[in-house]
Structures are given as C-alpha cells and as structure tokens.
C-alpha cells in the first residue's frame, strides 16, 4: 500500500477534528460574532439594493470596467464621495446551515488529502512525531489561514477580520499537524 493509501485516517480524523473545532469556534467562543457590523439605514439599503434586482453575486462599487476609467473626474469623485464596497448577495430565502456545513467539510476533507499528498512525498514512513508536525503543519497552515489575508490588501477586509481567520487557520493547522504527526504510519 502507499503510503498515501496508509494516510486516510488521518485525513478523515483531522478534516473531523478541525470541522468540529471550527463549531466550537463559531457556536461557543464566538470571538466572530463581532466580525460585522450593521447599517445604521440598513431597511433603506436593502431596498435601494432591491430595487435594482440584482442576481446572487459579487459586487464592487464604484464599479469601473477596465483601469483607465478610474482617472476619470467622475470615478474620482465617486471615490472621494464613498462609500466604497465590495458585495456578495445570495438568493433571497431563509439560511440554512446544512448546505454551507457540508461543504465546508468537504473543504477541510480536501485540505487534509492535499496536506497528505505534500506530507507523503516529503516525510518518510517511520518518521519522528515532530517531523510530520512540522510539514504537516505548515502545509495545513498556508491552506487554512493565509487565504485570508489577500481580502484585506485588496477589499478592504477589516484587518482585525482577517487576523482572527488566520488564527483560526493556525489551530486548524496545529489540529491537523497533531492527528497526522500521532497517525503517521510507524
């Protein structure tokens, strides 16, 4: 068996433990409650927004087509004016969690199989418990937390957001560091 065959416990208990430290995170510390914030004229936005009917997506104002229409007078007085945003909008209906819970284990069941391969190609069988954390981890860190950061550069993500995605991603990455490093095939 490769060694890769020999690797899925592993992935299937990390992508568990981390989906299960992520409700932890979410449903008892809930240090994210405070990641958003509400508009003070949130029923006139929200009707404004309606009365455009706008598809699900993503959105940036002010929106300008290709670089050079933002030297324009009137997108830089759009800039100066504000407010400048970037929107996703879903379907209108109720939320439901069910859809977004199975894929984000299926999110961390891939991160776990892509950190395997990395892990698998880079750590011999047999290997100590601090050798496997180490690569483990840091593949499973890059996966989990710097993603978030280009947010922040680039869409205005409120850095103090993002720092605490990356620590997130950083337990994810020590959870999973630690299942491969105890299961790494001896």
């Known amino acids: 068996m490769s060694i890769l065959g020999a690797l899925w416990l592993p992935i299937v208990l990390s992508a568990v433990l981390v989906f299960v430290?992520?409700?932890?995170?979410?449903?008892?510390?809930?240090?994210?409650?405070?990641?958003?914030?509400r508009l003070s004229n949130e029923d006139a936005v929200r009707a404004a927004i309606r009365s455009g009917?706008?598809?699900?997506?993503?959105?940036?104002?002010?929106?300008?087509?290709?670089m050079k229409e933002m030297d324009s007078p009137e997108m830089k007085q759009k800039?100066?004016?504000?407010?400048?945003?970037?929107?996703?909008?879903?379907?209108?209906?109720?939320?439901?969690?069910?859809?977004?819970?199975?894929?984000?284990?299926?999110?961390?069941?891939?991160?776990s199989l892509f950190v395997a391969?990395?892990?698998?190609?880079?750590?011999?069988?047999?290997?100590?418990?601090?050798?496997?954390?180490?690569?483990?981890?840091?593949?499973?860190?890059?996966?989990y937390a710097l993603g978030h950061i280009p947010a922040s550069i680039w869409m205005g993500k409120p850095w103090a957001v993002a720092t605490k995605e990356v620590f997130d991603g950083l337990l994810y990455a020590l959870?999973?560091?630690?299942?491969f490093g105890w299961l790494w095939p001896r």
């Open 175 to 179: 959870v999973t560091a630690g299942t």
């Open 53 to 66: 009917n706008p598809e699900p997506g993503q959105y940036i104002f002010p929106y300008a087509a290709e």
């Open 79 to 111: 800039y100066t004016e504000g407010p400048i945003g970037v929107m996703y909008l879903r379907r209108p209906g109720p939320p439901t969690m069910s859809r977004a819970l199975v894929q984000w284990f299926f999110y961390t069941l891939i991160v």
């Open 117 to 143: 391969y990395v892990a698998a190609h880079t750590v011999p069988p047999g290997a100590d418990y601090r050798s496997v954390f180490r690569v483990v981890g840091a593949a499973a860190f890059l996966a």
């Open 21 to 37: 430290l992520s409700a932890i995170i979410h449903m008892v510390l809930k240090y994210h409650n405070t990641d958003y914030k």
